[in-house]
C-alpha cells in the first residue's frame, strides 16, 4: 500500500539566545513588564501612603522600613527558622493527609457503593471550616505539635480526597474497553488507564488541599506556638511590631507563590498530553 | 485438518435484553439470534440506528454480558480478549500516550520485550501511513490519523478478528473513502476476519464479501448476501449499484414493516 500521508510541517524557527535561556515568547516581555506594573504601582501606593504620614508606623510601616526588618530577619537567620518550622508543619501535614487521602480515594473511586456510603459523612463535615476544629485539636492533642498538624492536615484532606475519588470515578469506559480487549489486566489497566485519567482531578486535589494546607498553618499557629510564621505575626501583633507582622505575611506570600510555581510546572510535567 | 470448515465464530441463540425505564418487561434488542461467520471473511453489518448493531458487537467483543452461546474458535466468549480486536468509532486511544505508546500498549500488557514491541510498532504505524507521528499525542491529530492510529494500535496485537463499530462515520468523505481502501490494503495482505458495523451502503458494497442487514424489535437478519465482485472495486460499478439497490430495497421493506407495527399499536 502506498504511503501517501504528509510529512511533519517544514522547518522549524530556532529560537534566539535570549529566548533559550529565558522561556519568553513572542510578546512575553512586554506580559512581563505589565506584570510587573501592577506590582510596582502596589508598592508606590504603600510608599506614598505611608511616606505623606497619613498614617503612623505604627499602623503601617513603609515599604522600606519593612524591607530593612526582613533584610535583618534574614540576616540572623531568625526568619529562616520561623519558615523552615512553618514549612515542615505544612509538607508534613499535608504529606500524611495525602498518604491517607490517596489509598482512600482509590477506593471509593472504584467502587459506587462504598461512596454511597460515605458520601454523607464528607457533605457533613466537609461544610465545617477545620479552624473550627482547634479548640477540639488543643482539648484532645495539647498546644504541641500535634495539634497544629492534625489541624493541617484535616484541612488538606477533604479537597486530596474529593479530587482523587472523582478522577478515579471519572474514567471513560471506553478506555478501560480498550484497554481489555488489548489483553490488560486489572493491574494493568489501575496503573496505565486509570491512574493516569486521573492525574489532572488529582492535580486539582493537590493545589487546593496544598492552599488550605496553608489557610490552616497560619490560623493554628496564631493560636498556640512559640515559632512559625503565624506565630510571627501573632507576637508581631502583641508586641506592636507592624513590620514583623509584614514581613511574617509577605513570607507566607512569596512562600505561597514559589509553591504554586513548583505545582504549575509538576503539573506541565504530568499533563504534557492535554 | 479437523476444523477446516468450521466457522471461526459463530453467534447461536443470543439474547440480549435491557431493562426499559416505566415499563415492566424488558426489551429484547437480541432475541435468539444466529449467525456464523468464517475465517477470513470481511462482513458489514448494516442496519437502522438503534437496531442492535453495538449490542452485537459488544457480545462478540466480551464487553456485554448475554445468554445463549458466542463461539470464537470454538471457545465461548466471556470475556474481552486480544484475539478479538476493536476499533472504536470514538478512536478511544490513550489521550496520556504518545502514537508510539497506545500502539505498544497491547504488546505491552502481553509481556513482549520492550525492543521487539517498539519495532513491531514502528512496522504497524507506518503500514497505517503514521510514520513521523509516533511521538505526537493522540490530542493534538485530526479524526482520520486517530483513527489509523486505532487501527494500528489493534493490528498490533495481532488479534484473529477485527471488530470495528461505524470507525469511519465520524470521518469526512474523503478521508473516510481514503481509509476504506486503505484498510483493504492491509485486509489484503492479512485476511483478518471482520466484523465492520456501518450505517452506510456505499461503505459496505466497499468493503464486504458479505453484507448483513439487521432489522430491529429484536434484531434479526433480514438480508444476508455476498458480494461476489474483485477488489478494489469502482465505486460505481453497474454491479456494485445493484448490489446496493438490493440492501437498501431490504432496509427499506424494515421500515415498512416496522411502520405497520406501530400503526397497529396506535390504532
Ligand atoms: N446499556 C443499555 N441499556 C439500555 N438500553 C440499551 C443499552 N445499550 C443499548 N440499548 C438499547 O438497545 C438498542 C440497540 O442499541 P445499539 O446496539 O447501540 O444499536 P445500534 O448500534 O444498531 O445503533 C437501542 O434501542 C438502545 O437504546
Ligand atoms: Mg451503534
Redesign the pocket.
Known amino acids: 500500500m502506498e504511503n501517501t500521508f504528509p510529512s511533519l510541517p517544514h522547518k522549524r524557527v530556532r529560537p534566539s539566545l535570549i529566548r533559550r535561556f529565558l522561556p519568553i515568547q513572542g510578546k512575553a516581555w512586554l506580559r512581563l513588564l505589565i506584570r510587573l506594573s501592577g506590582l510596582s504601582l502596589l508598592l508606590l501606593a504603600w510608599g506614598l501612603i505611608t511616606g505623606l504620614g497619613y498614617v503612623a508606623p505604627a499602623q503601617l510601616p513603609s515599604p522600606v522600613a519593612t524591607l530593612e526588618t526582613m533584610s535583618h530577619m534574614l540576616g540572623d537567620g531568625s526568619l529562616v527558622l520561623h519558615a523552615l518550622s512553618s514549612l515542615k508543619r505544612v509538607f508534613f501535614g499535608f504529606g500524611v493527609a495525602f498518604a491517607i487521602a490517596l489509598p482512600l480515594g482509590l477506593m471509593l473511586g472504584s467502587s459506587r457503593l462504598l461512596r454511597d456510603a460515605i458520601n454523607p459523612v464528607i457533605e457533613l463535615l466537609r461544610p465545617i471550616p477545620p479552624l473550627a476544629f482547634i479548640s477540639l485539636a488543643i482539648l484532645w492533642l495539647g498546644i504541641d505539635e500535634w495539634s497544629k498538624i492534625s489541624i493541617i492536615i484535616y484541612g488538606a484532606f477533604f479537597p486530596l480526597l474529593l479530587n482523587i475519588t472523582g478522577g478515579i470515578s471519572q474514567v471513560d469506559p471506553v478506555h478501560i474497553r480498550a484497554a481489555q480487549s488489548l489483553g490488560a489486566r486489572k493491574l494493568h489497566i489501575f496503573w496505565y488507564v486509570t491512574l493516569r485519567a486521573a492525574i489532572p482531578n488529582m492535580m486539582i486535589g493537590i493545589r487546593s488541599g496544598m492552599g488550605m494546607a496553608f489557610i490552616c498553618l497560619v490560623g493554628s499557629e496564631l493560636i498556640a506556638a512559640n515559632e512559625g510564621l503565624g506565630f510571627l505575626i501573632q507576637e508581631g501583633r502583641y508586641m506592636f511590631k507592624t513590620d514583623q507582622v509584614l514581613v511574617g505575611m509577605i513570607t507566607i506570600g512569596i512562600i505561597g507563590y514559589l509553591i504554586n510555581l513548583l505545582l504549575t510546572t509538576l503539573e506541565k510535567i504530568l499533563l504534557r498530553w492535554k | 485438518m479437523l476444523h477446516e470448515h468450521a466457522p471461526i465464530l459463530s453467534v447461536d441463540g443470543v439474547t440480549v435484553a435491557?431493562?426499559s425505564p416505566g415499563q415492566a418487561a424488558d426489551?429484547h434488542?437480541l432475541n435468539r439470534l444466529k449467525l456464523s461467520v468464517e475465517a477470513g471473511q470481511f462482513i458489514c453489518l448494516l442496519?437502522p440506528?438503534?437496531?442492535?448493531?453495538?449490542?452485537?458487537l459488544n457480545c462478540v467483543a466480551g464487553f456485554q454480558p448475554y445468554e445463549g452461546h458466542i463461539y470464537f474458535n470454538g471457545a465461548k466468549i466471556e470475556k474481552p480478549g486480544k484475539e478479538r480486536g476493536v476499533v472504536f468509532q470514538e478512536y478511544a486511544l490513550f489521550p496520556w500516550f504518545t502514537v508510539e505508546q497506545n500502539v505498544e500498549f497491547g504488546l505491552r500488557v502481553n509481556g513482549v520485550p520492550a525492543a521487539e514491541r517498539k519495532e513491531q510498532a514502528r512496522h504497524y504505524i507506518r503500514m497505517v501511513g503514521l510514520a513521523g507521528f509516533e511521538k505526537h499525542y493522540p490530542g493534538k491529530l485530526s479524526g482520520g490519523m486517530k483513527q489509523r492510529a486505532g487501527l494500528a494500535r489493534v493490528l498490533a496485537n495481532e488479534p484473529s478478528m477485527l471488530l470495528m463499530d461505524e470507525p469511519f462515520a465520524a470521518l469526512d468523505e474523503q478521508t473516510r473513502e481514503k481509509l476504506q481502501t486503505e484498510l483493504l490494503g492491509i485486509w489484503e495482505k492479512q485476511r483478518k476476519t471482520c466484523l465492520f458495523?456501518t450505517h452506510s451502503i456505499q461503505e459496505a458494497v466497499y468493503l464486504a464479501d458479505r453484507v448483513i442487514v439487521?432489522q430491529p424489535n429484536p434484531a434479526h437478519i433480514a438480508l444476508d448476501l455476498r458480494i461476489d465482485l474483485p477488489r478494489l472495486r469502482n465505486r460505481h460499478d453497474e454491479k456494485l449499484l445493484q448490489y446496493q439497490a438490493r440492501i437498501s430495497e431490504a432496509l427499506r421493506e424494515g421500515e415498512r414493516e416496522y411502520g405497520e407495527h406501530l400503526s397497529v399499536i396506535t390504532a
Open positions: 435491557f431493562k426489551r434488542v442496519g440506528s438503534g437496531c442492535g448493531k453495538t449490542t452485537l458495523v439487521l
